[in-house]
């Protein structure tokens, strides 16, 4: 079912150069997120200029799930009498999407994403537990505006997890970003749910140590454990970008955070909000563009320790429960392990796990 309301759609197709991109703003069960994220969307600079989807997934039930609940349907049915109610002149048109069956989060954001990329070219996409802060939308759309014809670039993101450092400026990274970003048709149409090519990182040790930053991250590991799930798409899209050779602008300061972060969370669970620690939404200077499109190496290098810090610093912070001194010790070997395993020309064990 689709609810039509505002002032209409910009026409279909590329546009004019001065019009943003459409949002897709994707809902499931939770009608105090949806409430809390998008009042923040509706005061971004250009929110009046956007045209806004809104993807409402349809409940669970027996015949599509194993863990169908009343309280999926409760939840499913307040956050469409928030987003029906929405005050439509926050944004330049409303729509709203209702699903009648349950797609789950990598269905239903696919075919939104697919929707409006191939109605109008471009897209912002943003779930329910992303909070943005007031400068998002101009900043994605001055990514898409500047960048559109250059096919090394792939998507837009406003989430950065660093602390930002006087005079730093917006930087690519090679692969994606997905909490609040957009992209364009061109970059989305390589997108597949298979992760087409996925096997090369069992044979090139290389490329997979390239691929989870020098053996820092489990990107590798994610994507193995992913491929196939309905409801992950984020480990498949970093790879076909990364594959691709593909690259996503960065904002040298966090423009969003993750608030979902808990046990009504479908996919992200109590453990992860330590990505937001270094966050501040309130933080408002411009932001200059890269001057060349290429990977930025040193920021490449931030990420790297900030998601694989010392072992000094996962000791310290591990609490001495016998599970965190057992992860703790883990990390530690981790990356010598991969190293290892890197220069074998046999075992996946690692990757696998």
């Given at each position: 079912?689709?609810?039509?309301?505002?002032?209409?759609?910009?026409?279909?197709?590329?546009?004019?150069?001065?019009?943003?991109?459409?949002?897709?703003?994707?809902?499931?069960?939770?009608p105090d997120h949806a409430k809390r994220t998008l009042s923040a969307l509706a005061a971004n600079d250009g929110a009046r200029q956007s045209d806004l989807f809104?993807?409402?997934?349809?409940?669970?039930?027996?015949?599509?799930?194993?863990?169908?609940?009343?309280?999926?349907?409760?939840?499913?049915?307040?956050?469409?009498?928030?987003?029906?109610?929405?005050?439509?002149?926050?944004?330049?048109?409303?729509?709203?999407?209702?699903?009648?069956?349950?797609?789950?989060?990598?269905?239903?954001?696919?075919?939104?994403?697919?929707?409006?990329?191939?109605?109008?070219?471009?897209?912002?996409?943003?779930?329910?537990?992303?909070?943005?802060?007031?400068?998002?939308?101009?900043?994605?759309?001055?990514?898409?505006?500047?960048?559109?014809?250059?096919?090394?670039?792939?998507?837009?993101?406003?989430?950065?997890?660093?602390?930002?450092?006087?005079?730093?400026?917006?930087?690519?990274?090679?692969?994606?970003?997905?909490?609040?970003?957009?992209?364009?048709?061109?970059?989305?149409d390589h997108y597949d749910h298979g992760a087409a090519g996925w096997e090369a990182l069992l044979r090139n040790k290389r490329l997979a140590w390239e691929f989870?930053?020098?053996?820092?991250?489990?990107?590798?590991?994610?994507?193995?454990?992913?491929?196939?799930?309905?409801?992950?798409?984020?480990?498949?899209?970093?790879?076909?970008?990364?594959?691709?050779?593909?690259?996503?602008?960065?904002?040298?300061?966090?423009?969003?955070?993750?608030?979902?972060?808990?046990?009504?969370?479908?996919?992200?669970?109590?453990?992860?909000?330590?990505?937001?620690?270094?966050?501040?939404?309130?933080?408002?200077?411009?932001?200059?563009?890269?001057?060349?499109?290429?990977?930025?190496?040193?920021?490449?290098?931030?990420?790297?320790?900030?998601?694989?810090?010392?072992?000094?610093?996962?000791?310290?912070?591990?609490?001495?429960?016998?599970?965190?001194?057992?992860?703790?010790?883990?990390?530690?070997?981790?990356?010598?392990?991969?190293?290892?395993?890197?220069?074998?020309?046999?075992?996946?064990?690692?990757?696998?796990?």
């Amino acid at each position: 079912m689709t609810r039509d309301e505002g002032r209409g759609t910009r026409d279909e197709g590329r546009g004019t150069s001065s019009a943003l991109a459409p949002i897709a703003f994707f809902v499931y069960r939770r009608p105090d997120h949806a409430k809390r994220t998008l009042s923040a969307l509706a005061a971004n600079d250009g929110a009046r200029q956007s045209d806004l989807f809104i993807f409402s997934d349809g409940p669970k039930d027996a015949h599509t799930s194993d863990h169908p609940s009343a309280a999926d349907a409760e939840g499913v049915k307040a956050v469409r009498e928030y987003v029906r109610s929405l005050d439509k002149s926050l944004f330049r048109s409303v729509t709203v999407i209702e699903r009648e069956t349950n797609l789950g989060l990598a269905k239903s954001l696919i075919s939104g994403i697919t929707e409006l990329c191939s109605r109008f070219g471009r897209a912002v996409i943003v779930e329910d537990d992303i909070l943005t802060s007031p400068r998002f939308l101009r900043f994605i759309n001055d990514g898409l505006d500047r960048y559109e014809g250059d096919e090394r670039v792939f998507s837009v993101t406003g989430f950065w997890p660093l602390k930002p450092r006087p005079g730093d400026g917006a930087f690519f990274l090679r692969g994606s970003g997905i909490w609040g970003w957009g992209t364009w048709k061109r970059a989305w149409d390589h997108y597949d749910h298979g992760a087409a090519g996925w096997e090369a990182l069992l044979r090139n040790k290389r490329l997979a140590w390239e691929f989870d930053y020098n053996g820092r991250c489990n990107n590798t590991a994610m994507l193995l454990r992913h491929i196939g799930d309905k409801g992950a798409w984020g480990p498949q899209w970093n790879w076909i970008a990364f594959r691709e050779n593909g690259l996503t602008l960065f904002p040298p300061y966090s423009l969003d955070t993750n608030v979902g972060f808990g046990d009504d969370a479908t996919h992200t669970p109590k453990g992860g909000d330590w990505w937001a620690a270094n966050i501040d939404l309130t933080l408002d200077r411009p932001i200059k563009m890269p001057e060349r499109v290429e990977p930025d190496a040193e920021q490449r290098e931030r990420y790297a320790n900030f998601v694989y810090p010392s072992f000094r610093d996962r000791w310290k912070n591990c609490g001495f429960t016998p599970r965190e001194i057992v992860k703790a010790v883990f990390w530690f070997l981790y990356r010598p392990l991969r190293f290892i395993e890197m220069l074998l020309p046999f075992g996946t064990y690692i990757l696998k796990r």
